[in-house]
């Protein structure tokens, strides 16, 4: 799987969109960006994943630049619980790898929300 | 529609023993794999089970072992423990059905070894 560089922090102001930038150069055509968060203590929370288009769901939306060497994830109106670990993971579909579909987490990006 | 379950939530090792965390998985997924974090590090994949086989395994000595039942739901054993086994250890289920297939995680189980 590509290896992904993140930035290691971001602060963002309450109610203002958070944008996580996360780089994946070597990412390969078969290759998904996925995008979990974590809470101090908790399991990793899904929350989005992409191929080549722009993705939007309830929690968030994904930019994948047309090259898809970068990508970001956009929190439009960010709250204090969104405070949390952000983790950018590039991974081959498990139809590719015989059936193996493992997450490698990198160290992430710590979103501090605050008023 | 209840999520992935783990138990126990916290558990207090000694040195040497050996133990048994449990995950019951997504409703709907047959598919169950499982992480360990250290303390202050992203999840590490340990390995993965698929009808009731180990289907991919992570960088983790034999110690580390699985099983996934005919429901399943999975076990993760961890023999002969070290200190460095302390860890949260996270399972997380997926529906093998192709490409994007998604994990979705539990809340964990904290080990502590002393």
């Known amino acids: 799987d590509a290896k992904t560089t993140q930035p290691t922090s971001m602060d963002c102001a309450e109610g203002r969109a958070a944008n996580l930038p996360c780089n994946h150069s070597?990412?390969?055509?078969?290759?998904?960006v996925y995008w979990y968060r974590q809470i101090h203590s908790q399991g990793p929370q899904y929350i989005i994943h992409?191929?080549?288009n722009n993705e939007t769901n309830e929690m968030a939306s994904l930019i994948i630049t047309e090259d898809r060497k970068s990508s970001t994830l956009i929190l439009p109106h960010a709250t204090l619980r969104d405070t949390a670990v952000y983790y950018c993971?590039?991974?081959?579909?498990?139809?590719?790898?015989?059936?193996?579909?493992?997450?490698?987490f990198g160290t992430g990006t710590q979103l501090k929300v605050e008023l | 529609d209840a999520g992935v379950t783990q138990s126990p939530t916290h558990l207090i090792k000694t040195r040497g023993q050996q133990v048994t965390l449990r995950c019951s998985p997504k409703?709907?997924?047959?598919?169950v794999s499982w992480y360990q974090q250290a303390l202050g590090q992203g999840p590490q994949f340990i390995f993965q089970?698929?009808?009731?086989?180990?289907?991919q395994r992570g960088n983790f000595p034999d110690r580390f072992s699985g099983h996934q039942f005919p429901n399943y739901s999975s076990e993760l054993n961890v023999n002969a423990l070290l200190l460095g086994d302390s860890a949260l250890y996270l399972c997380?289920?997926?529906?093998?059905?192709?490409?994007?297939?998604?994990?979705?995680f539990g809340p964990g189980t904290r080990l502590l070894v002393l």
């Open positions: 992409g191929l080549k």
């Open positions: 409703s709907g997924h047959d598919t």
């Open positions: 993971i590039v991974r081959v579909a498990a139809i590719l790898t015989g059936g193996g579909n493992k997450l490698t």
């Open positions: 997380a289920s997926s529906l093998l059905q192709g490409a994007g297939e998604t994990q979705y």
């Open positions: 070597t990412i390969s055509g078969n290759e998904y």
């Open positions: 089970y698929y009808e009731e086989e180990e289907r």
